[in-house]
């Protein structure tokens, strides 16, 4: 559980980087599920976007992708949606106690 300093440290991280995974109207599919953990993986850090002609809500889309690929929601605005996993054998982003 990452704590509120945390989020605003990978928050003001998150302002600079483009957009990794992309959703559109299929939705989540097992493909952009693989996609988003292995961008986790490499990056630790990723953005998600939501295209407009997709049915499900943007927050519930961020629920399930933080559950399928076991990473945490550090902050969504709108239909963007920023992941944090922290990369156990080769960490790339030190956090803030």
Same mark, same amino acid.
């Given at each position: 559980?990452?704590? $509120?300093?945390? $989020?605003? +440290?990978?928050?003001?991280?998150?302002?600079t980087l483009k957009t990794t995974v992309i959703i559109g109207k299929n939705?989540?599919?097992? =493909?952009? *599920?693989? /996609?988003?953990?292995?961008?986790?993986?490499?990056?630790?850090?990723? $953005? !998600? /976007?939501?295209? =407009? =002609?997709? #049915? %499900?809500?943007?927050?519930?889309?961020? *629920? #399930? *992708?933080? /559950?399928?690929?076991?990473?945490?929601? !550090?902050?969504? *605005?709108?239909?963007?949606? %920023?992941? +944090?996993?922290? =990369?156990?054998?080769?960490?790339?982003?030190?956090?803030?106690?």
């Open positions: 559980m990452l704590k $509120k300093q945390q $989020k605003k +440290y990978l928050k003001s991280m998150a302002n939705g989540l599919t097992e =493909n952009l *599920i693989s /996609s988003a953990s292995e961008s986790l993986l490499a990056h630790e850090l990723i $953005k !998600v /976007s939501v295209l =407009n =002609n997709c #049915e %499900v809500k943007p927050e519930q889309l961020a *629920i #399930e *992708i933080a /559950s399928e690929t076991k990473s945490e929601i !550090v902050c969504q *605005i709108g239909r963007k949606i %920023v992941l +944090y996993k922290k =990369n156990v054998k080769e960490p790339k982003i030190v956090l803030p106690r």
